[in-house]
């Protein structure tokens, strides 16, 4: 599975839930594809004061703050489907 994280270079939030998911990326076994909204106008338009956003394909997991608890219950539904 693949998430994607809506980012900003500029944003503290966006570094600190990047670094929060790469320990979680190993044990849960997932891909994390990073998306700077700044190069696409209709993301940013989109999420621009939500950054970081943590999504898998269009339903949100988390924003802001990584959400470990709502991660692992999103991870755990998607494999039982």
Known sequence: MIL???FR???SLCHQM???LQPLQAELGFGVEIVAI???PDLEEKYNEL???LL???T????YF?????????????SNK
């Open 66 to 78: 990584l959400d470990e608890p709502a991660l692992r219950d999103y991870l755990q539904a998607a």
């Open 56 to 58: 898998h394909g269009d």
């Open 9 to 11: 270079e500029y944003c």
């Open 38 to 40: 700044d190069d696409f």
């Open 18 to 20: 990047r670094d929060a």
């Open 60 to 63: 949100e997991i988390c924003h």
């Open 4 to 6: 994607t994280l809506m």
């Open 51 to 53: 950054v970081p956003v």
